[in-house]
């Protein structure tokens, strides 16, 4: 099975601006969760997707959005980007069964940078 | 306080030697512990999971799960050179938010030839 995948690996930005990052997670896989990680404050949970509804959300402003289509693809979105936003954003896919919990495979992440 | 530490490194060692990586956490909530592995400009590899108090075992690594101490572990036998990375805890709860992970600050291990 390919593994999960995310588009741009790299992205750089000027303060002000909007990004849209893209997820998409094992064949099957129906759970998208996204994190932040940052050198300062390590991977910290931004919110999660099943069934292209929203299940949980992490304490980030509302600056940060996302949403998940009904081939379990995923993209979030920050708007009005802010420098200290610059960071390793990474999507979690987990197949969403009972019992398949523990089992949460990462993408490589896109890396942004907000200038 | 953060709910879950970790002792950030770096730690060194020589081919061969046992590593011990470890985690405490303050939140009797987390039932589920993972550890995951993170080479430089990568996402994280899921190593192995566990739920119970006691020692789980895959190939060369063991997870040690303390649940009265709120403790946990990961050993690496014989470690090599390929083991160099950085190591994150992970933890998560049984009910509500039951996917959502909550990670350590990651380990940053170097293992010399």
């Known amino acids: 099975k390919a593994g999960v995948t995310q588009t741009p690996r790299y992205l750089i930005k000027t303060r002000g601006q909007q990004v849209t990052l893209s997820c998409s997670p094992i064949s099957g896989h129906r759970s998208v969760s996204w994190y932040q990680q940052t050198p300062g404050q390590g991977l910290q949970f931004l919110f999660e997707y099943f069934s292209e509804t929203q299940r949980n959300k992490g304490n980030f402003p509302g600056r940060f959005s996302g949403r998940q289509f009904s081939n379990s693809r995923s993209e979030m979105n920050v708007s009005t980007l802010e420098l200290g936003d610059s960071a390793l954003y990474l999507c979690?896919?987990?197949?969403?069964?009972?019992?398949?919990?523990?089992?949460?495979?990462f993408g490589p992440g896109t890396r942004l940078t907000v200038l | 306080q953060k709910e879950v530490e970790q002792d950030p490194g770096p730690l060194s060692v020589p081919e061969g030697a046992i590593v011990s990586l470890n985690c405490t956490y303050s939140?009797?909530?987390?039932?589920?512990f993972m550890w995951y592995r993170q080479y430089s400009r990568k996402g994280p590899e899921l190593l192995m999971y566990?739920?119970?108090?006691g020692n789980k075992e895959d190939g060369r690594f063991t997870a040690q799960v303390d649940k009265s101490s709120k403790y946990i572990s990961l050993f690496i036998r014989d470690s090599q050179p390929s083991d160099s990375a950085t190591y994150l805890c992970?933890?998560?709860?049984?009910?509500?938010?039951?996917?959502?992970?909550?990670f350590g600050s990651g380990t940053q291990l170097t293992v010399l030839p």
């Open positions: 992970a933890m998560r709860k049984t009910s509500g938010s039951a996917r959502q992970l909550t």
């Open positions: 939140n009797s909530a987390f039932q589920y």
């Open positions: 979690a896919s987990n197949s969403g069964g009972a019992g398949s919990y523990n089992e949460q495979f």
């Open positions: 566990t739920y119970s108090s």
